[in-house]
Every structure is written in C-alpha cells, then in structure tokens.
C-alpha cells in the first residue's frame, strides 16, 4: 500500500486477534461439549441424523485442532 494512501492508524488492535493457543483452547472446549452431547444422545434411533450431524461437525473439530 502506498504511504500517502494509508490511514494514521491501523483500524484493528491486538486485543482483537485470537492467538494460536486460543483457538486450541476454543477449539478443545467445543470438542468436549459436542462429545457430551453425543453421549447424551446415546443410541436412540430417532435421533440418528442429528448424532451424524454431531459425529461430522465432532470429526472436523478434531481435524481444524489437529492443525493449530
């Protein structure tokens, strides 16, 4: 960017931007709530498109920590 277009100051602080070891702790404490949730879904086959729903979003969180 030239220096004659750039504002004085840049319109984000650093208290804005979420860290590494954030996003895994973040990301650790919705992979335990969604485990809960399963759990408490058990086996009960009325509910099985919400516990696939679960298992796929549960699997991508582990992946999406798996690469921080």
Same mark, same amino acid.
């Given at each position: 960017?030239? /220096?004659g277009?750039?504002?004085?100051?840049? +319109?984000?602080?650093d $208290?804005?931007?979420?860290?590494k070891? &954030?996003? @895994?702790?973040?990301?650790?404490?919705?992979?335990?709530?969604?485990? /809960?949730?399963?759990?408490?879904?058990?086996a +009960?086959p009325?509910? $099985?498109?919400?516990?696939?729903?679960? &298992?796929? @979003?549960?699997?991508?969180?582990?992946?999406?920590?798996?690469?921080?």
């Amino acid at each position: 960017m030239d /220096a004659g277009k750039r504002i004085a100051a840049d +319109d984000w602080t650093d $208290q804005d931007l979420l860290t590494k070891d &954030e996003a @895994r702790e973040r990301i650790a404490e919705e992979i335990e709530s969604e485990s /809960a949730a399963l759990a408490a879904l058990g086996a +009960d086959p009325r509910v $099985q498109a919400e516990v696939q729903l679960r &298992e796929r @979003r549960l699997s991508a969180l582990k992946i999406a920590l798996s690469h921080l």
